[in-house]
């Protein structure tokens, strides 16, 4: 198999109905769960990627072990989102111990970089989720709501959980404020007056405080 050079973002060759992982995971929890259920491709220099799901679509992983260590995540994300050839969808371990610094990095990943933000509460968890990327894929990469460029849509899965997890949102009203701003900058720069006329008062100033936080 043809592979990049280290530290590039280039497109990757994936046969069909694989997934091409960073040689780091291998007998990792994460790979042993998709083992005998997709066929994994082991391969050095993946560098900034963790998983190829095709050749424009990646998976970049955040363990809970660099969310609690600090920032360096970031650069990796940096690169495949200034790269023209692939889409990368950021996949977090939100556990008890790294929950408090997970507004930061999805205030980072949504806001700042535009980019879809999957939390897993497991490794396990994330394989799960993975081969079920892969498998709407294979089926219908047009329809793939993950995969699709343009601008998310209400009905999209990562931007509800997205929208979900902000204060004083939850499951009730997250698709309320996505029928009013169709996207996550749009609820950003959302007036407290705005916020209030869909989600009232309370929720609206919630909201509104957890948008104008610094982001750094």
Known sequence: MESNPPDSTGPMHVPFG???????????QLAQGMQGKIKLVFEDGLTPVDFYLSSKSCILYITEAELVAGNGYRKRLVRVRNSNKLQGIVVVEKTQMSEQYFPAVQKFTVLDLGMVLLPVASQMEASCLIIQLVQEQTREP?????????????????????VQQIPGVGKVKAPLLLQRFPSIQQLSNASLRELEAVVGPAAAQRIHAFFSQPRH
């Open 18 to 28: 694989h997934i091409v992982a960073n040689e780091k995971w291998r007998g990792s």
């Open 142 to 162: 047009s329809k793939n709501p993950f995969l699709r460029k343009k601008r998310a849509l209400v009905s999209e899965p990562a931007l509800l959980r997205s």
